[in-house]
Every structure is written in C-alpha cells, then in structure tokens.
C-alpha cells in the first residue's frame, strides 16, 4: 500500500453540506465537486461488518433508533439514510465501507477513513475495517485516523503499511509520545483548537502533517492556513477550492 498524503482540501463526510453525510451521494457529490480526498466515520454492525455512520445512534441521520452496534447488517440497510437531508435524498441507504471502497476506487477518490467506534468496540471495529481492507482487491488511497487510540494501537497492528493519525479536539500535552507510539503521519485538530503559527511548526518539527476540521468558510480557512497548516477537512470542499 502506498503512503499518500492529503491534499489541503479534503470532503468532510463527502460533500457533506450538500448531501447527506457518510452517503454514497456524499462521495459522489465530493467527486463532482472537484474533490480528490474524502474522510468518512466508519462504525460496524452487530455481526461486524462496517458500515458509515458518524455517530453512535441512529437517529440523527437515518429513520432508526437505538446504536449502530446493536443492530445487525440486515437491519441497518434497511434504513433511510437520506430523508432527514432532504427530500430529494429519500431512500438513500446506509452504505458499507465495501462500497465505499468500491466507489472510491470507480471515482478515483482517496479516502481517510475515520474509525469511529462505539466506545469498548475500539479494537473489535479497527479489526473489521482491517479485515475489509486487506481483501479489498482495487483499494484506494487510505488514511487511518481516529481519535481513539486504541483503535490507532490495533490499525499499526493490523495494517502497519497503511498511514495513521491521531485525531484530537485539542493536542494533549502527551501528544508526540501518542503519535509516535501509533507512527503516526499527520495529526488531525480542531479548527479551533487554539492552534497557534508556533504550534504547526512544533507537529511539523515533529514529522506530522497538520490537518485541520472542520473548516467551512473561505474567511476560516484563510485563517488556518496562514497558521501553516497542510489541509483542511470541509464540508462544502466546492467552496474551498474555489479558493
Ligand atoms: O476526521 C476529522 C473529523 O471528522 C473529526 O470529527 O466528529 O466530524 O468525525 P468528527
Ligand atoms: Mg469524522
């Protein structure tokens, strides 16, 4: 597997402002829009199969109830990922990463696949979303991320040629001793995350790529990258790279 670095804009949930996030749409929307990288959350099923979803419930984006974890792959497809967007969105499914991959690849998209566990599901997601890549005959581009370390500990286990960061709201003090230990390439932080121009020099001295979400606005992202940062993570990536 290669080791690909992002580019300075990437789609957040896909094309997430214009469709629903974590869809297919979303990927395709990004790819119309212009965008070479996505990110995406990456939950997985009760019988283990991963599938997109950025939040441990169901019901903010899909018509279901309950955890993503307590239901089975069956179930979970069953569902209607798109109305709570839009009308015009109705009937989209909840997709697996399979497709997702799948669709990538066709796209010629990169992805940074976010691994989002239900929280004690850290290592049991990380090896599923393994298990999903290592037979992916046609794999794009990928970056692991997560903001559980744990998960980042199994994904250097599992799939050591595929990149890693370590995502954070705010750097721990503890942050290079986190991403060394994981040989971490980029660090993912919050937009506002009281990033400073001396900070990014600090990852950057450090080896790490610097990325920043989630970063929606012209005005914002003019902002961050005048810190140095290398990338942003956007929810409307047409906006940005109009830029
Ligand atoms: O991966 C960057 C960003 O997606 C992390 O936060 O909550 O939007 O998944 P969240
Ligand atoms: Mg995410």
């Known amino acids: 597997m290669s080791n ?29 829009q212009g965008a070479t990288w996505i990110e995406i959350d990456v939950n997985i099923s009760r019988d283990g ?8 419930g169901l019901s903010r984006c899909t018509n279901g109830s309950g955890l ?12 209607d990922s798109g109305s709570w967007f839009g009308d015009q969105f ?28 239900c929280s004690g599901w850290e290592i049991p ?14 794999l794009p581009p990928v970056i692991l991320s997560s903001f559980s370390h744990i998960a980042l500990q199994e994904a250097a286990r599992q799939l050591p040629s595929v990149p890693r960061s370590s995502l954070f709201l705010v750097a721990p003090p503890d942050w290079q001793a986190l991403t060394t230990e ?17 900070a990014v020099a600090e990852f950057h001295a450090a080896g790490l790529g610097v990325y920043c979400y989630t970063v929606n606005t012209v005005d914002n992202a003019k902002a961050v990258f005048e810190l140095g940062v290398d990338g942003v993570f956007s929810n409307y990536p047409a906006d940005l790279l109009a830029m």
Do not use: F, Y
């Not at 199969?49 to 441990?56: A, F, I, R, S």
């Not at 109705?90 to 940074?112: F, K, P, Y």
């Not at 997601?125 to 046609?138: E, G, H, M, V």
């Open 49 to 56: 199969t991963p599938v997109l979803h950025h939040d441990d």
């Open 90 to 117: 109705a009937g989209e499914r909840i997709a697996t990463l399979q497709q997702c991959l799948d669709l990538c690849h066709e796209l010629s998209l990169s992805v940074n696949l976010e691994i989002k566990p």
């Open 4 to 32: 690909p670095s992002m580019p300075r804009i990437v789609a957040h949930r896909g094309a997430s402002g214009h469709a629903p996030e974590n869809t297919l749409a979303a990927i395709r929307l990004a790819a119309e």
């Open 125 to 138: 997601t990380t090896q599923k979303i393994a298990a999903t890549l290592s037979a992916q005959q046609k």
């Open 182 to 198: 994981v040989k971490a390439s980029n660090i993912h932080l919050h937009a506002n995350s009281l990033l400073t121009t001396a």
């Open 68 to 79: 993503v974890i307590e239901h089975d792959l069956d179930t979970l497809l069953g569902l």
